[in-house]
């Protein structure tokens, strides 16, 4: 592991999130070894828009029954179990954070789904996968931990079979403004490596991908920050939902990344990339 690698995972393993999950599925009057897929998703989609997000990108991909799909950088497996159950696909899931990879195997048995996903501990920039594995890879909200963006897109194009599609959905840097930290993937500057689009397309194009659509999803993460802050305002807050990965910054994180989407300094942005 690099030391931008080790760093990142120390990141994301700080706040022992499966016992979290349980004591709030609990709080939420639901048997944790029998929940249903649906009931996880407040806190199993860790990107900006969660299952929403989720959703539209799914909508733009022609993912079929059977086929295989790599989630690179999975966390704790609800975009990948949603694939696997709205596409009926393969779904394998890597991540760097070996307490995620382990989260993402429970919550997956727990979802009664544990037959449907297969998730491994692996490096985006070392992919412990054979060549022409995958008809999909997708990376959500990812990218902005992974400073080598061409390496990134090298390996999902190995791993992909010919005319294999990556979609990726992450947050990237669109504006000049500061970005002040914490924000949810970096508690300081270091761990942080925000790109723009442009590094983006680049990466992609050098590593062989072609370029097949690009959506802003801007407007979306302001309507979605809207919403959720007016449901929160003056109600308790719920026992199961993100701010279980986050820790004590959590508010901090929030507001900081909210500010800078704002200020027009990042947005998150979908790219559907082909290889050529
Ligand atoms: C913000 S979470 C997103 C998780 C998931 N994609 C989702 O949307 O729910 C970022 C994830 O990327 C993983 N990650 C960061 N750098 C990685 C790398 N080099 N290789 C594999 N996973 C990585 C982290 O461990 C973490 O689980």
Redesign the pocket.
């Known amino acids: 592991m690099s030391d931008i690698?080790e760093g990142?995972?120390r990141h994301?393993s700080a706040y022992d999130v499966l016992p979290r999950i349980r004591a709030g599925l609990q709080a939420m009057g639901r048997d944790p070894d029998h929940v249903e897929p649906g009931d996880l998703k407040l806190v199993?989609?860790?990107?900006i828009g969660g299952a929403e997000a989720t959703a539209a990108l799914l909508s733009e991909l022609e993912i079929k029954p059977g086929m295989d799909v790599l989630?690179?950088?999975?966390?704790?497996g609800?975009?990948a179990r949603t694939i696997a159950l709205e596409k009926k696909a393969n779904v394998t899931g890597?991540?760097?954070?070996p307490d995620?990879v382990e989260a993402a195997s429970t919550l997956s048995s727990m979802a009664g789904m544990g037959d449907r996903v297969v998730f491994r501990v692996?490096?985006?920039?070392d992919l412990p996968f054979a060549d022409a594995s995958f008809d999909f890879a997708t990376l959500?909200?990812?990218g902005m931990?992974?400073a080598d963006k061409l390496k990134l897109f090298q390996e999902a194009h190995r791993v992909l079979r010919p005319a294999g599609v990556f979609a990726v959905y992450e947050v990237m840097r669109t504006g000049d403004g500061t970005l002040a930290f914490p924000v949810?993937?970096a508690e300081r500057e270091e761990l942080s490596a925000l790109a723009a689009p442009d590094a983006y397309r680049d990466a992609a194009a050098k590593a062989g991908f072609r370029l097949d659509g690009e959506t802003d999803r801007r407007p979306m993460a302001l309507d979605f920050f809207h919403r959720i802050r007016a449901q929160a305002a003056g109600a308790k807050p719920s026992p199961l939902g993100l701010h279980l990965l986050m820790g004590p910054t959590v508010g901090q994180k929030m507001a900081n990344m909210i500010d800078a989407i704002k200020a027009g300094t990042i947005a998150p942005v979908q790219m559907i990339f082909r290889k050529a």
């Open positions: 690698e990142v995972s994301y199993d989609e860790f990107h989630d690179i950088g999975c966390g704790i609800g975009p890597v991540d760097l954070t995620f692996g490096s985006a920039l959500l909200h990812v931990n992974i949810p993937w």
